[in-house]
């Protein structure tokens, strides 16, 4: 790669706003995976080893974001996003410190984590969508697909750092001590936020309340065919994806008899995999080419989840893993870059939130969803019954939107 493709792949670098997000996020990031790591094993201690348990906690951290999803982008829309983000990172900082005090106290209880990680969803319910907002206004438009890729690279590179940091840091000094290091992993944005110098945003007039800003971006969804299929991709891939990801020990264990050393490497190679989509995107993230991205992605990522299914080896598991990623990674990133260049800038943060409620708001659903398949049938038909959903699911919006062409 010459000059130019370094200067390409790194092109948002180049504003110094963006600079300084992108290094204050990524300490940010991977405390959020340490924080995944510590309080979810603090739950399971508390609770006795509890599944029900583990799962009310990934419901709590998630579910927020569906259920006020259509809320939480009316207030990123009406307010400064700068100010929002230095909000929601510093009651994050709270709350750590609080499960700190708590748990070198004694006083924890798995109630009371679970109750902290109710709140820590219902502030990502207003982070999620105005971080995403918030990227439009450091960089000049035509470097947002780059800006966008790069914060896929943050999010992946730090995939594969912060759940082994976790893991070694709640072995080594405790749960309380992982919060207190978490805390102090989202100051860096803090102060980034606090100090950047970005032109005011024009906010238009207010024309009905929250409800009717409500209708108006569900409006713009209705007037914008394309924009509602991406949205669609979207959440039927977080929906059919959801076994790999949650099952991935009863996967290594039960069908690969591999461990938990399996299920760990064929999460790190999953990173990998999407690592290496981000990097493809950031070096080439010409929105006109990304228009077919998001279909192709959800195809490749169906066939191999049937693939998955299908395998009983680990080494063919493994390379699966790492196109799971790859596609995984492609259908979200070219989603939300092609979603962030249609969208008017005072429906930005609805529009956002609607594509944070079908990223990640969708989960908790498709988990209990597939767990109860799984449950039934067993992991590797779930699997490959999601990989066929997942591909007609595609090919019936693929269909639809050859039949909307004039």
């Given amino acids: 790669m010459g000059k130019k493709g370094f200067r390409s792949l790194g092109s948002a670098l180049q504003h110094p706003n963006y600079r300084r997000y992108f290094s204050g996020q990524f300490l940010a990031v991977i405390g959020n995976w340490v924080q995944t790591i510590a309080l979810g094993w603090l739950v399971w201690r508390l609770g006795l080893a509890s599944p029900f348990l583990l799962g009310l906690l990934a ?11 259509l809320f939480t982008g009316v207030i990123v829309d009406r307010c400064n996003r700068r100010h929002l983000l230095i909000a929601t990172q510093s009651a994050q900082t709270v709350l750590m410190l609080l499960l700190a005090l708590l748990t070198f106290n004694h006083s924890i209880t798995g109630n009371i984590a679970i109750l902290v990680a109710l709140g820590l969803g219902l502030i990502s319910a207003f982070d999620l969508p105005g971080r995403q907002s918030l990227v439009v206004d450091l960089v000049v438009y035509e470097d947002l697909g780059n800006a966008l890729a790069l914060n896929s690279v943050i999010f992946n590179g730090a995939r594969l750092i912060g759940p082994a940091l976790g893991g070694l840091l709640v072995e080594q000094v405790g749960e309380g001590w992982c919060f207190i290091l978490i805390a102090a992993s989202y100051l860096p944005l803090i102060v980034f936020l606090s100090t950047m110098r970005i032109p005011p945003r024009v906010i238009g007039p207010r024309v009905g309340g929250i409800w009717w800003e409500m209708r108006e971006g569900l409006h713009f969804l209705r007037q914008d065919s394309d924009a509602l299929r991406i949205l669609l991709l979207v959440g039927l891939c977080s929906l059919t994806s959801v076994p790999y ?18 299920a760990g490497m064929l999460m790190s190679i999953t990173g990998i995999g999407a690592l290496v989509a981000a990097f493809r995107l950031a070096w080439k993230s010409q929105i006109a080419a990304m228009q077919p991205w998001p279909l ?90 999601g990989g066929l959903l997942c591909l007609v699911g595609s090919v019936a919006i693929a269909g639809w939107a050859a039949l909307s062409q004039p």
């Fill in 245 to 262: 990801f949650s099952f991935l020990p009863m996967l290594a264990d039960n069908v690969l008899h591999n461990g938990a050393g399996g």
């Fill in 296 to 385: 192709w992605a959800s195809v490749m990522l169906a066939l191999a989840q049937i693939a998955l299914g299908l395998s009983h080896q680990f080494w063919l598991s493994a390379v699966i893993a790492a196109l799971i990623g790859y596609a995984i990674l492609t259908q979200n990133l070219t989603s939300n870059s092609l979603l962030q260049h249609r969208v008017p800038d005072g429906l930005r943060g609805r529009l956002m939130s609607f594509y944070s409620m079908m990223l990640i708001g969708t989960v908790p659903l498709g988990a209990i969803i597939c767990g109860v398949i799984a449950n039934t049938l067993g992991l590797p038909l779930t699997l490959i019954l």
């Fill in 59 to 69: 419901f709590c951290s998630q579910g927020p974001i569906l259920i006020f999803g």
